[in-house]
């Protein structure tokens, strides 16, 4: 699940992540059916479809893949539609938010990220159930060498 493009993201999560392409979703752009002959090939329009954020995300957690996830793992308020979704299911649930907070290995950003801040899930987190996770307190190492 990611903001990011869908294609992109397929490509990537089974081998960064272990995730097989068809649980993946991303953000995606309206396709089409051209033909080269009689062989019928998609083909992007440059015209977004879904941009996979906010309440958007549960709707494509439904579309894409048909049931409440048990475990979400979110890092902006973009995130917070899934992670509130994730806790409203039956039984065992978990919604973890990482807030970036290290500037010794990335850069730190929270509320005042302009591209995808975390300001609204910071404050609701520990009255809805959602775990924090610090990366510069609760991560001892982000990447582990391949």
Do not use: C
């Not at 995606?28 to 059916?33: F, P, S």
């Not at 494509?60 to 893949?65: F, G, P, R, S």
């Not at 299911?89 to 290290?102: F, I, K, N, T, V």
Request: proline share 3%.
């Amino acid at each position: 699940m990611s903001g990011g493009g869908i294609d992109f993201m397929r490509t990537v999560a089974e081998k960064i992540y272990g995730i097989p392409s068809y649980m993946t979703v991303g953000s995606n752009a309206v396709t089409k059916i051209e033909y080269d002959g009689s062989r019928p090939v998609v083909t992007r329009v440059a015209q977004l479809r879904s941009f996979d954020d906010k309440d958007e995300k549960v709707n494509n957690i439904h579309l894409h893949i048909g049931k409440r996830p048990v475990l979400a793992f979110g890092n902006s308020d973009g995130d917070l539609a899934m992670l509130r979704y994730t806790l409203a299911g039956e039984g065992l649930r978990m919604a973890l938010l990482l807030h970036h907070d290290d500037n010794e290995r990335e850069v730190a950003y929270d509320k005042d990220f302009k591209i995808s801040p975390l300001n609204e899930a910071l404050k609701v987190a520990d009255a809805e159930g959602i775990k924090v996770v610090s990366m510069k307190n609760d991560w001892s190492k982000v990447f582990r060498s391949l």
